[in-house]
Structures are given as structure tokens and as C-alpha cells.
């Protein structure tokens, strides 16, 4: 494949991520990017953990990168042998439209994927048992399933996400974390599970869900609901 977003195309110990065209009017770019009028792709392989970013992406090449390149992402393609999605790998990527997730996967990072706004569909795989706060915040999902081992929704993990019609909890599901569906208008209900053990403040706030029973048990927090 063609560039890199460093020198090493190093991104965890051992896990690199590159960038490649899949289509025409191929133009180069000094800091390993190759542009072209379709978009471009990244691709991530390797074994094991992406590391963690600040903000973005934080290499010299991407910093430095006065024509915003990286901003005309549309296809994330992670392989298999990745085990964890960085903190802020991918998010405000607005131009994605389809993520590719390995059966190696268990974790995704906090906001890995936030403002991803073109992206309305992904699959979760069953391997994932964490999902990160704020990790698909602002995205064009329009329904989601979460893996079966996976125990709460983080903060944010899902808030902003305004065409989001359909959730379908896991029955692992103990806690739903604060603003984690905030204002998720065109979400009218969900299924609780039985397990739920507690729903966060602002959890479900200015989302499109105008009653939420609850079991005995379940701790409720301030303004669940709106």
C-alpha cells in the first residue's frame, strides 16, 4: 500500500495505519497522502492495541497538514489482529461513510469514531466488551446493535446521533451512563434489559423517548428523560 502518516506508519507498538487511493486522479501529497476526487481510504493492521491520540491524528505529517487530506477519509478498514480502536483515532472523519471492524477487536476508544457524520451504519463485533465515552457521539447512525459481553454505555457514547431510530441492548446490560442517547430525537423507545442496574443522569435527555419503565432496583438519576 502507498503512504504513511509517519515515517514508521507507527501507531502502537505493533500496529501501523496507511492511506491509499481506490480511485483516479491520483495526487500526491509530500506527507505520504494520495488524493484523488473519490476519497481515500485508511487502513489499520498489525497485532494488538492502537495507542491513544490527543486530538486527531498526532503525527508532524498530520499537524502539518494544510490541505486537510486526512479530512477526505470515506472507507476505515481495520484488520484482523487489532485488539483495541485508539482514543480519538478516527473521530471527526465527516466525510466517512463505511467502517470495517476485525473479530479480534474488544475494545473502542473513547471518542474513536466521534463526528463521523456521514457514517449511518457499522457493525459491532461480538468480540467488543467496551464501548468508550463519547466513541460514536455526533455520527449518522441510523441503528445499533451492542455485542452481548458488553456491560454499559458510556458517557456520550451515542448523544448527537440524530438519526438513530433503533438500539438493541445486550440482556448484559447494567448501566446506561450519563447523556449516553442524549438527544437521540428519532429514538421513540428501547427495550430495557433486565439486568439494568442504573440509568445515568440525562441518559435518554431531549431524545424522542416519552416514557421509560424501569424494574424494581433500577436507580434512576436526574432528568433521565425530557
Not at 494488538?48 to 486537510?68: A, T
Not at 467502517?99 to 467488543?128: H, M, Q, R, W
Not at 421513540?188 to 443522569?201: G, H, M, R, S
Request: glycine content about 10%; charged content about 20%; proline content about 3%.
Amino acid at each position: 500500500t502507498n503512504g504513511a502518516f509517519s515515517s514508521d506508519g507507527s501507531i502502537g507498538s505493533q500496529v501501523t495505519m496507511e492511506c491509499d487511493i481506490v480511485g483516479d486522479s491520483v495526487t500526491f501529497y509530500d506527507y505520504g497522502f494520495f488524493g484523488f476526487s473519490n476519497g481515500y481510504y485508511a487502513e489499520v493492521s498489525g497485532q494488538g492495541e492502537m495507542k491513544d491520540f490527543k486530538n486527531l491524528i498526532e503525527q508532524e505529517e498530520y499537524e502539518n497538514d494544510e490541505d486537510g487530506v486526512y479530512q477526505y477519509v470515506k472507507r476505515i478498514i481495520i484488520e484482523e489482529g487489532i485488539t483495541s480502536i485508539g482514543a480519538n483515532a478516527f473521530n471527526n472523519k465527516t466525510r466517512v461513510t463505511s467502517v470495517s471492524l476485525p473479530s479480534t477487536l474488544t475494545s473502542i476508544g473513547d471518542n474513536a469514531f466521534y463526528n463521523c457524520k456521514s457514517l449511518e451504519e457499522i457493525v459491532i463485533p461480538e468480540s467488543v466488551t467496551y464501548i468508550g465515552e463519547g466513541a460514536f457521539a455526533y455520527t449518522g447512525l441510523k441503528e445499533i446493535t451492542i455485542p452481548s459481553q458488553t456491560t454499559k454505555i458510556s458517557n456520550y457514547c451515542f448523544a448527537g446521533c440524530k438519526k438513530l431510530k433503533q438500539v438493541t441492548l445486550p440482556e448484559s446490560t447494567e448501566v446506561i451512563q450519563w447523556g449516553a442517547f442524549w438527544r437521540c430525537k428519532k429514538l421513540k423507545n428501547i427495550t430495557l434489559p433486565a439486568a439494568l442496574k442504573e440509568l445515568e443522569d440525562y441518559s435518554f435527555y431531549e431524545s424522542g423517548i416519552a416514557n421509560l419503565p424501569t424494574g424494581e432496583g433500577v436507580t434512576r438519576g436526574k432528568h433521565v428523560l425530557k
